[in-house]
Nanobody, 123 residues
Framework: EHMVESGGGFVQAGGSLRLSCTVSGRPFNFYAMAWFRQAPGKEREFVAAISWSGSRTYYADSVKGRFTISRDNAKKTVYLQMGSLKPEDTAAYYC?????????????????WGQGTQVTVSS
C-alpha cells in the first residue's frame, strides 16, 4: 500500500487549504479512509473519516462545520477541505486507510498510513 498526502502549507488564520491523499496498490474503493493530525508533543488526533462509498462521514467536534472530507474512487483520492483555519489546527496531517466497512476515530483501527503533510496556521 502506498499513500501520498499533498496540499499542506502555510496559511493565515481564517484561510483555507485542501489536502489530498492518493492511494496506489490496493483496491481503494473498498477502504474506509480517515484523516488524523499530530502536533509537536501531542498524541495523534482524529480529524475526519469517510466510508468506502462516501455515504457516511464522521468528524471530530473541533473541526465540525469547518472541514469536509470527500473521496473520488475513480482517482483513488481522498480530500480534506479545511476552512476557517485556526492556529490550533497547526499539525502534521496524515491520511489512513482500513479495508473494512466501518469508520472509526482511533488510530489503531487503521492499517495503512501516509507520511504526512504539514499544515501551519499563523495568527
Amino acid at each position: 500500500e502506498h499513500m501520498v498526502e499533498s496540499g499542506g502549507g502555510f496559511v493565515q488564520a481564517g484561510g483555507s487549504l485542501r489536502l489530498s491523499c492518493t492511494v496506489s496498490g490496493r483496491p481503494f474503493n473498498f477502504y474506509a479512509m480517515a484523516w488524523f493530525r499530530q502536533a509537536p508533543g501531542k498524541e495523534r488526533e482524529f480529524v475526519a473519516a469517510i466510508s468506502w462509498s462516501g455515504s457516511r462521514t464522521y468528524y471530530a467536534d473541533s473541526v465540525k462545520g469547518r472541514f469536509t472530507i470527500s473521496r473520488d474512487n475513480a482517482k483513488k483520492t481522498v480530500y480534506l477541505q479545511m476552512g476557517s483555519l485556526k492556529p490550533e489546527d497547526t499539525a502534521a496531517y496524515y491520511c489512513a486507510a482500513d479495508p473494512g466497512s466501518g469508520i472509526y476515530a482511533t488510530p489503531a483501527s487503521y492499517n495503512y498510513w501516509g507520511q504526512g503533510t504539514q499544515v501551519t496556521v499563523s495568527s
